[in-house]
């Protein structure tokens, strides 16, 4: 298996493949939330209506909170670097009851149809797949968001057609509270079903979940640093590469094609 971790996306050469660079038998898993769609605009509205909510529901007791808003970028890092959403609760100026009215506010509205239009694919996100699927490698998104969603989303940007299957969860806010177990129990189901050569197959994802999982079905993966972990945080769990986004990951496996598929 390989171990290395390759650099990220500004210091690799980007330069399209050859035709005899990939194989059909290649199978690529995919998160959708991170390599494909950007949330972060997404859970800041949830941060920020959760905090309107919470200070609502106790100024009708007659308390007024003391919030301190952080900005995206303070609220993104605190993601990225994994902070627990009561240390976020904390230093927004929450304490005790307030924070697990806040918490309770955000799995609740984290998935409400009127926040979803604020995801965005990522930049290339098309282009990568599309060539993926070109190669003849088998597409397959796993992902711990409902399934209706998912397909809806990549049905918006003409992507869930080049999926050979889309699988998701019936749990609202499984994404959100990114659920390990739960990941690895679908992408093992998936991969059965398929009958998977784990010689010739690919986990790609942004977090913890999404490395453990492939790494538990000893399939390799490569954790990209675009979605909600940091590039400290996801080397703690030693994914095979680290890269920067999904164009460099497909970049990097078309080149790989004849070296990873025996």
């Known amino acids: 298996m390989l171990t290395a971790v390759a650099p990220d996306s500004e210091n ?3 330069q399209l493949p050859s035709e005899a660079d990939s194989s059909p038998r290649m199978t690529v898993f995919c998160d959708l939330d991170g390599p494909i769609v950007d949330v972060s605009d997404r859970y800041y509205a949830t941060y920020q209506q959760g905090l309107a909510d919470t200070q609502a529901a106790f100024r009708t007791r007659g308390i007024n909170l003391n919030l301190q808003i ?9 993601k990225q670097n994994r902070v627990p959403d009561t240390e976020i609760a904390k230093s927004s100026g929450l304490s005790g009851e307030e924070i697990h009215v806040f918490l309770g506010c ?20 098309q282009w990568a ?3 993926l ?6 597409l397959i998104l796993v992902t711990l968001r409902p399934r209706n969603q998912a397909v809806q989303l990549l049905q918006n940007y003409g992507l869930a057609r080049l999926f050979t299957s889309i699988r998701g969860t019936q749990m609202p806010d499984a994404a959100y509270h990114n659920y390990t177990a739960l990941k690895t129990e679908l992408l093992a189901e998936v991969a059965e079903e398929f ?14 979940a999404d490395i453990l999982a492939g790494q ?5 993966t490569i954790a990209v640093t675009c979605g909600i972990r940091s590039r400290h945080q996801l080397q703690k769990h030693q994914p095979n590469f680290i890269l920067s986004d999904l164009i460099i990951a497909v970049h990097h496996l078309l080149g790989l094609g004849q070296q990873v598929i025996l």
């Open 106 to 125: 955000v799995s609740r509205i984290v998935n409400q149809p009127d926040l979803l239009h604020l995801d965005r694919i990522q930049p290339g996100v």
């Open 12 to 14: 690799l050469q980007y």
């Open 216 to 220: 538990a079905l000893g399939i390799p």
């Open 133 to 138: 699927h070109s190669r003849g490698v088998r």
């Open 195 to 208: 009958e998977s050569s784990l010689g010739s197959a690919w986990m790609i994802g942004d977090t913890e």
């Open 129 to 131: 797949i599309g060539l």
């Open 70 to 78: 952080l900005s995206k970028q303070q609220f993104w890092q605190m």
